[in-house]
């Protein structure tokens, strides 16, 4: 996995967004996890995890509940080793409903381009089946390259 470092252009930006997303489409703990520090801090809703070990359980343990698993990222803004995003996500439980997941990110890189803080605010909507968005195969890489596109309900 080619990692992207600070400082970030508009360009290099888009693509850490896009290589995130196609990263967390792929529902694979270990690919994700390797995009994150040894000692990342995150916070996810009302988790507060450390390292990347935390990290990984966290993530076979989402993507257990959170079945057919599709997201979509989009750039907010950026600085010189920070990123603000803006996802959708849309999955469903064991018991057949489906939600659509509202949020931001907040990212923080350090110098060799991993990830060493996430700030993730999250909130969840039921949905009808017929409501969704997201269609592609899964898991797999949102088809097209807008990593910059708005999401819209």
Not at 36 to 56: A, K, M, P, T, V
């Amino acid at each position: 996995m080619t990692v992207i470092q600070p400082p970030f252009t508009r360009e290099s930006a888009v693509a850490r967004v896009r290589a995130a997303e196609d990263a967390w489409n792929s529902r694979d703990a270990e690919r994700v996890s390797l995009g994150y520090s040894q000692d990342s801090e995150w916070r996810n809703r009302d988790q507060f995890l450390r390292g990347r070990e935390q990290i990984r359980q966290f993530l076979k343990r989402k993507w257990e509940r959170e079945l057919d698993y599709r997201l979509q990222k989009s750039l907010w803004c950026f600085s010189d080793n920070r990123i603000g995003v803006r996802f959708e996500y849309e999955y469903h439980n064991g018991e057949g409903q489906w939600f659509r997941a509202y949020g931001v990110e907040l990212w923080e890189f350090a110098a060799d381009g991993l990830m060493k803080r996430r700030e993730a605010s999250i909130n969840d909507v039921a949905i009808r089946e017929a409501d969704r968005k997201f269609h592609w195969s899964a898991p797999g890489s949102r088809p097209g390259d807008d990593a910059e596109s708005t999401t819209r309900r």
